[in-house]
């Protein structure tokens, strides 16, 4: 998976809770090697998605 591909599953995420959620939710951040941008495969794991949602 790219790192295009995993953005779009965040951005997905992200508007999914909006959605839900609205003006309830405060934060939603993205954090860890996708947010920096150097995800990708590192000792034969895929980089996780690690976002964080505050309400």
């Not at 953005?7 to 860890?32: M, N, P, S, T």
Request: aromatic fraction near 10%; proline fraction near 2%; avoid cysteine.
């Amino acid at each position: 998976m790219s790192h295009e591909q995993r953005l779009l599953i965040v951005e997905q995420l992200r508007d999914r809770l909006l959605a839900r959620y609205g003006e309830q939710v405060k934060a939603i951040g993205l954090y860890g090697s996708l947010a920096r941008g150097d995800d990708g495969h590192f000792f034969g794991y895929r980089a996780a998605l690690r976002p964080h949602l505050t309400a």
